[in-house]
T-cell receptor, first 116, second 110 residues
Framework: GAVVSQHPSWVICKSGTSVKIECRSL??????MFWYRQFPKQSLMLMAT?????????EQGVEKDKFLINHASLTLSTLTVTSAHPEDSSFYIC????????????FGQGTRLTVV | AQSVTQPDIHITVSEGASLELRCNYS??????LFWYVQSPGQGLQLLLK??????LVQGIKGFEAEFKRSQSSFNLRKPSVHWSDAAEYFC????????FGTGTRLQVFP
């Protein structure tokens, strides 16, 4: 099956710094990538949808200036958590799709962000 | 509003016992439906999916799920659970976006 890789798998950063998470589709071209956030022992919540070459579409309540998403190529999308604070600590998961539908997407292994 | 509900937060079964994890959905039309499994600290692995056609869907690792329109359900089943099946299971539904249920944590006792 298709492989989606996230990097890093985990990261610890100081409060106030920015952190970049990468999501790569290794063996297919991803027209659309989806970013999810998962709080401990909770479900996944869609944060935003990104399409290659255009601005991301953010879900209601997600601060686009806080969570910068770039989808510069068909194999790479990045999520940058800017001026991170402890409440941003979470598990972030991306998925990538050749088409526009989340139903066709494959998930990455996730990134554990801890802000201290 | 569209929603996916997993009524059971935590289920414990003995190894070798049968398993059924419940999932109910609420959509205007029949959505695409999925079951994913997540091991601690890991991403999601797709177990199976239903788009249309045969309402009994076979997946990986011996899992199956049955779509029942009359009950708005898509329950996941396995006839004999292995200790390695212990994980978090998520039901999801949608079309252009996926809505996830809150998950069911499966614990397996030897």
């Amino acid at each position: 099956g298709a492989v989606v890789s996230q990097h890093p798998s985990w990261v610890i950063c100081k409060s106030g710094t920015s952190v970049k998470i990468e999501c790569r589709s290794l063996d297919f071209q991803a027209t659309t990538m989806f970013w999810y956030r998962q709080f401990p022992k909770q479900s996944l919540m869609l944060m935003a949808t990104s399409n290659e070459g255009s601005k991301a579409t953010y879900e209601q309540g997600v601060e686009k200036d806080k969570f910068l998403i770039n989808h510069a190529s068909l194999t790479l999308s990045t999520l940058t958590v800017t001026s991170a604070h402890p409440e941003d600590s979470s598990f972030y998961i991306c998925s990538a799709s050749q088409g526009a539908q989340a139903t066709e997407a494959f998930f990455g292994q996730g990134t554990r962000l801890t802000v201290v | 509003a569209q929603s996916v509900t997993q009524p059971d937060i935590h289920i414990t079964v003995s190894e070798g016992a049968s398993l059924e994890l419940r999932c109910n959905y609420s959509y205007g039309a029949t959505p695409y439906l999925f079951w994913y499994v997540q091991s601690p600290g890991q991403g999601l692995q797709l177990l199976l999916k239903y788009f249309s056609g045969d309402t009994l869907v076979q997946g990986i690792k011996g899992f199956e799920a049955e779509f029942k329109r009359s009950q708005s359900s898509f329950n996941l089943r396995k006839p004999s659970v292995h200790w390695s099946d212990a994980a978090e299971y998520f039901c999801a539904g949608g079309t252009d976006k996926l809505i996830f249920g809150t998950g069911t944590r499966l614990q397996v006792f030897p």
